[in-house]
């Protein structure tokens, strides 16, 4: 079963923070972020472990609450190479390498 | 960048023919994904190979098969392309994290594939 990513779509100005939220009904054991620009491949931001928060890139943050089974993924001070859509990827215990379940995306747009 | 790509990156068929897309890898990753993504419905995984000639179904893996002879090939097949099949397919490579769940994925361009 796919996760559920929150909200749907957002739009910010350029300089605002965003905050894009990842649920699963199934344990997890790990959570992967990854944007992608409209008409080209997802590319990776970064993964969590659990038991860890990893930091990827400038502004973007994520944590990783394995008891509720959730991840939020935090992009601070916006800006506009930022807009695309955000998709969390879940590892559930016992999965080994057999690929992630996205969730249906993120849209986020990033106004000048 | 990681040294993936896929072909056809755009094909027109018709209902009922069979069809073959190709993924090939530089980087000798052992893993090897196949996803098809939708409007509304994200990524959604429809076959993997985790060696050659090891193959596994995913969640959407009906009316497809899949091959892998090489390291570095891993073909996606539509016996009999239906209208439903419709979509845009990416494939992905990655090597598991020494956990041993799955790692970074590093995706293909993606092959636009229209069934009319």
């Known amino acids: 079963q796919q996760p559920v990513q929150s909200p749907q779509a957002v739009i910010l100005r350029e300089g605002e923070d965003a905050v894009i939220n990842c649920s699963s009904s199934k344990a997890l054991y790990s959570v992967h972020w990854y944007r992608q620009k409209h008409g080209e491949a997802p590319i990776f931001l970064m993964i969590?472990?659990?038991?860890?928060e990893q930091k990827g890139h400038d502004k973007i943050s994520a944590s990783f609450n394995e008891k509720k089974q959730q991840s939020s993924l935090y992009l601070t001070a916006s800006q506009l190479s930022y807009s695309g859509t955000y998709f969390c990827g879940t590892v559930n215990p016992g999965g080994g390498a057999d690929g992630l379940t996205f969730g249906k995306g993120t849209h986020l747009i990033i106004q000048p | 960048d990681a040294g993936i790509t896929q072909s056809p990156r755009h094909k027109v068929t018709e209902t009922g023919t069979p069809v073959t897309l190709r993924c090939h890898q530089t980087?000798?990753?052992?893993?090897m994904y196949w996803y098809r993504q939708d409007p509304g419905h994200g990524l959604r995984l429809i076959h993997y190979s985790y060696g050659v000639k090891d193959t596994d179904k995913g969640e959407v893996s009906d009316g497809y098969s899949v091959s892998r002879s090489k390291t570095e090939d891993f073909l996606l097949t539509l016996e009999s392309a239906t209208s439903s099949q419709t979509s845009v397919y990416f494939c992905a490579i990655s090597e598991s994290n020494p956990s041993g769940d799955t790692g970074e994925l590093f995706f293909g361009e993606g092959s636009r594939l229209t069934v009319l």
């Open positions: 980087e000798n990753h052992r893993y």
């Open positions: 969590l472990l659990k038991g860890g």
